[in-house]
């Protein structure tokens, strides 16, 4: 064969398997991306995994009020009842607020559950601040047992002015292992 | 048969390339770019047929409202398959098939770049599909949660998920050792003067797409995988419970999603490329404009993922941005209808079967564009989202579009593959046929999506009743009407008028200078050539 012309392909094979390769890393790698990018615009209402330290002798705007909603569901899998206590909150800005929310156990098990919370507007949750909230743990009810589950916030006075109403959403799930787990020690 | 006496010849002819295999084994471990074409074609047109039958299943049962013939569960596994089987079953190995028989003959190559990879990329798919295809037949059923498997539905199903990950890692292997192939072909085996700026479009349409495909099959894989992971391994990519978000899932999936649509069409507009200068006895006009659109489709395709996920909630500036990039699509998909129209311009045309249906995509893509652009707006696309507008969209540019210019591209070279002209009456009934029938099938769609009926449920509110009746009695006409294509080929492989060399009075380019049936070995010395040989030259410059 008339060889001289034609070039032996290995280099160009080897640079796109390496591309194939190099692109299903890619795919992974847009995980950390998407959580860092909703982190640090807001997108997705999005709040902090923790507490978060306020320093509470900041100044409180008591010419300004914001209105705070709250919000519950309860995910098809989990036999529980959730519910805010209170449908909102008229909220100074830079002062630390309390409200509660009621979970009852429907099952006659017990149960472990995790609660996901979400802000909107999205540009809001960037400035809305939670000291303490059940959902930075797992919570566990026994059977038919009800509680009540603080949530302690505050709104930071540097929030845009534009904003007049924030809502706060929960969604509470089933930890389905950590409930079997349950249920085998029992 | 004249056949088996031509196939014999080249046999012989070539009998310095060892010996063949024959029977069976011939096929097995086939090492010819030209035998592989064939069974990549020969399977897609098995795909076409099964995927079609399950399109029959749907229409069947939306002829009336209320569930008559199958049950909901199985219902959606039937919209998730058909959509699965088509899409990666007919469509992609119908181009790749395409690529393998015609891309070394039109740059003057003796085979592809990797033959013995060639073989193993094809051999995948019957693999590929039979582990698809066989969830259907356990306990808990085929996938039901729609092609795009969004989780959290697509991880409450049965453990058969596990079976058509496989499969689909299996697939994107197989494209991906497809597409490699393909670069490396076009790339390093070109003839002595085959610059990259004479190929035919079909093979710069080609060589853009596998790029696209091996950009965005690894990516799919991810997306398959962590959903593997999350439902046996205990990961929570997607599962809010666990800190994961189950929106991220549909950004992975539409990265890879519309790319993958450009794959469905790009080899398609290099095919039209080929035909409508062939018919009009011009060179293509623009060519060099065809080339750079081509690339700038391929480049905007990567940066307008979220127009399919408008409605998860974005912030206005994410929208407005994935609405204008959307919307500039449209530049440069309209410079190549105008290119071809211009082609067309004072020709002297002919209407031969595979000229009517490059034509027909023409005109029916167009309005499948149209129907995108309409999609691509923001306000009306919230209320378009998840209805059958997006279904009657997407058929237009896919089956109007891809699978149109796949059938175009059949009856353009099937004389140059089996040495026998088709037989062009059936031909043009064919073409005929199809187009009403298909236009009977998915126009009335866009009015039943305007009207709120939304895509993949079993039932529908009484009011939608005429237009469902109109479209599934469209899709049993056009349905039944596919078997005529079937026997249009079979009946060119068995016999017919012999085809000349050129085929086709105003036909350029290398392929058309080997003899036809094309022997199993071409090009074994480098054709030199010159812009005299090339197909294109851009009339412009
Ligand atoms: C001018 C060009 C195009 C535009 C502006 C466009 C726009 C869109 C938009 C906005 C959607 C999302 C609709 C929704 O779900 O709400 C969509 C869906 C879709 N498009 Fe296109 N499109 C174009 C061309 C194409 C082409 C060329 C193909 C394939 C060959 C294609 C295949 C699809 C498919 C398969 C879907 C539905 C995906 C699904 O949800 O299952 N589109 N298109
Ligand atoms: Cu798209």
Redesign the pocket.
Known sequence: MTASTRKKPWQTVIGLTMMAVAMFGFGYLLVPLYDKFCEITGIGGRTADGPVQVELSDEINYDRKVRVQFVSTVNSGLPWRFEPTQRFMDVHPGKLYETMYVAYNRADHPVIAQAVPSVSPGRASLFFNKTECFCFTEQLLGAGESRDMPVRFVVDPNLPERVELVTLSYIIYKNDEATAVLAAVN | MSHETTAHNNDSHDDHHAHHPTGLARWVFSTNHKEIGTMYLVFSLIMFLVGGAMALVIRAELFAPGLQLVNPEFFNQMTTMH?LVM?FGAVMPAFVGLANWMVPLMIGAPDMALPRMNNWSFWILPFAFTLLLMTLFMPSGGPAS???LYPPLSLQGGNSLAFVILAIHLMGISSIMGAINIIATILNMRAPGMTLLRMPLFVWTWLITAFLLIAVMPVLAGAVTMLLTDRFFGTSFFNAAGGGDPVLYQHIFWFF??PE??I??LP?FGIVSEIIPTFSRKRLFGYTSMVYATASIAFLSFI?WA??M??VGMPLGAMLFFMYA??V??VP?GVKIFNWIATMWRGSMTFETPMLFALGFVVL?TI??????M??IVPA?FQ???TYF?VA??HY??VT??VFAIMAAVYYWLPKWTGHMYNEKLGKIHFWWSTIWVNVLFFPQHYLGLAGMPRRIPDYAVQFTEFNMISSIGGFMYGFGQLLFVYIIWQCVRGGEKATAQVWEGARGLEWTVPSPAPLHTFDTPPVVDDSVAVHKDELT
Not at chain 2, 368 to 373: E, I, M, R, V
């Open positions: 959509a899409i729609g092609w795009t999603g519309h649509v450009y469905l069409i398609a307008v127009h399919h408008f409605t959307t919307m699509i449209a998909t893509f499948g564009g149209l129907s995108g652009l999609l691509a696309n378009y989202h998840d997006v969209h997407f540019v896919l579009g891809a």
